[in-house]
């Protein structure tokens, strides 16, 4: 099962129905549960995303052409080319980050969404 698949399986857990008052504090039990599953997908993808920024990091090499032209004395172009390379390679890194940061930003949504049911889950309590 992919990430997206496990996220949206544990999306579908995180609901409240204000029927009783046992029955809303296991919910809340439910959603917290949830919750720290979210979390552990989130450590996860943040896991996947240091890799990606070390393997742009090591793979950061001054390219042939570049230091061959150093070595001939055209600097300018020689720093024109690595300052190429580089913005390639960060445009790269951006788009192989890209779909994890979505699913970081959907998990921290279904986060939020847990505390808000949870905080209303609470005032159904204080009120029963």
Do not use: C
Request: charged share 30%; aromatic share 4%; hydrophobic share 40%.
């Amino acid at each position: 099962m992919n990430k997206l698949e496990e996220i949206q399986q544990i999306a579908s857990q995180i609901i409240l129905i204000l029927d009783n008052p046992q029955s809303v504090k296991l919910q809340v039990k439910q959603i917290t549960l949830a919750q720290k599953q979210l979390r552990a997908i989130k450590k996860e993808i943040n896991a996947l995303i240091r890799n990606i920024n070390q393997q742009a990091t090591q793979s950061g090499t001054d390219s042939l052409v570049s230091v061959g032209l150093d070595v001939f004395g055209k600097h300018k172009w020689a720093g024109r080319m690595r300052a190429e390379t580089r913005r390639a390679m960060e445009r790269d890194k951006k788009s192989a980050r890209q779909p994890y940061m979505e699913l970081k930003e959907a998990i921290d949504k279904l986060i939020l969404e847990g505390d808000r049911l949870k905080l209303k889950a609470d005032e159904y309590l204080i009120a029963h």
